[in-house]
């Protein structure tokens, strides 16, 4: 009879997921608990501890699952439960249950946010902190006002030139020669220059990307006319290099990367967000080149200049020698990395990272069979797993790591040729084939995006289960 009531029981109530529990695949799992807070006015300064370590988390650019789980981690050391966590692209909510049973809701607004990886591995460490000691209000909340006051370790402009020399060593990576190398970091600054101006007058971000594609654009083509008239070593095919080591600088990859996993851990809504957000930063770079194409297309037709046709430019992630490419990715890792404001002691990681994953990238494209999109993914899944276990072992966040050793995957050159396809053919016998192929191109790139943004959330997840006995030495050290 136990076993027929058991055959023909029916289904479990759906419940409330308990609040330790969301947090096991985090690097916050198993934290230790304190006994909840009996008076109103400690959890409610609790609570506000927790919020304001998310709200510093959203500042420096971190995801929706990497803010909850914080927060999550943050409330859990501090003994309170019944916790629910409402996150947007601008806002962090927040509200939990006193053992008395009065209910706490705060909420904060972030507007403004910018790339601080320091900080963020500041803030990682200090939940490692809280997570794995004992609990002290009034200490933990004065180290986390120290982590907001704390000087920013890179200057302004080595910040700014870090990422002329991101662009400079993409290009390389492309296949451009040292000349026209050097005239896609100029570029980048210039468009970083003009971007930061248009910024401080209030013009929006759809606007600032237009402008820096059209720069981009613009100024490769300049190099390109000297370069027809003897003045300069940059071919016709360096155009094309230019323009894309200029426009992977403006390319959101970061924010494809947490929209693909905000999207896929549950947070719809925020996904949904950001990915619009990408739409228009891509539609902004999309027009800027274009229309940039068509004005020198027109000026290289009036002057009798050549340039290479997209058939000739191949659209390969790397077209340099094999040695090359790899040595460029490292560089693009480290500039990336100081792009970010990353820490000292992980700025080589991520160049190694980079190196590895474009290495990886070459080898899978090198299989018959196998393309750049399946090159790109794998290479990021790579990426992620590798960039979790070695960032946890350092004491910060994977994304510290994998945002800045991705940025060699990214498919500038694709862009353009996918919009040199769409500008020339416009005014072509066959502009419907040309454009049919350029609007081909341009969906291949995207969905190079998105297979590094889903290989390297991927990746992380795969590494979860092996980073149990790293995290639960580190937390015994700090004990």
Known sequence: ?????????????????????????????????????????????????????????????????????????????????????????????????????????????????????????????????????????????????????????????????????????????????????????????????????????????????????FLATVLAWGAFSLGAAGWLPVSSSDFAFIVAGGITVLLPGRTVASAFEDAISGYSVTGAGRMFAVFLTTAGIILGVATGLQLTLALTSAFDLDVASPSIVSTQALNAPVLLAVVGAFVVGLAGAVSLRTGRLLVVPSGVLCAVGVAVSLAVSKVDGLGQLSAAGLAAIVLGCAGRLLALRMGAPAMVLVVPASYGLLPGLAIFRGLYEMVNGSSADSGTLSLQGGLTTLLGAMAVLLAIAAGSVLGEFMAAPFDHRMVQKRRARRR
């Open 1 to 213: 009879m136990l076993r027929h009531s058991r055959i023909w029981r029916g289904e479990e109530l759906t419940e409330t997921l308990p609040m330790v529990e969301s947090l096991r695949h985090t690097p916050y799992r198993n934290p230790r608990v304190r006994q909840a807070a009996a008076e109103e006015r400690e959890a409610r300064a609790s609570l506000d501890l927790a919020l304001r370590v998310g709200e510093l988390m959203l500042r420096c650019g971190a995801g929706a699952p990497q803010v909850e789980s914080s927060v999550v981690a943050v409330a859990a050391a501090a003994g309170l439960d019944n916790l629910e966590v409402d996150i947007t692209l601008q806002s962090l909510l927040v509200q939990c249950t006193t053992g008395s049973g009065v209910p706490i809701t705060m909420l904060r607004v972030v507007r403004s946010s910018t790339r601080d990886f320091a900080r963020l591995t500041a803030v990682h460490e200090f939940v490692e902190n809280l997570v794995a000691g004992s609990y002290d209000r009034e200490a933990a909340a004065a180290q986390l006002r120290e982590i907001r006051r704390a000087p920013r370790f890179w200057p302004k402009w080595m910040v700014r030139g870090a990422l002329g020399l991101l662009a400079a060593a993409i290009a390389v990576m492309l296949g451009a020669g040292a000349v026209a190398a050097l005239v896609a970091g100029l570029s980048a600054l210039l468009v970083g220059y003009a971007a930061r101006t248009l910024g401080k007058g209030g013009l929006p971000d759809f606007y600032q990307c237009a402008i820096g594609g």
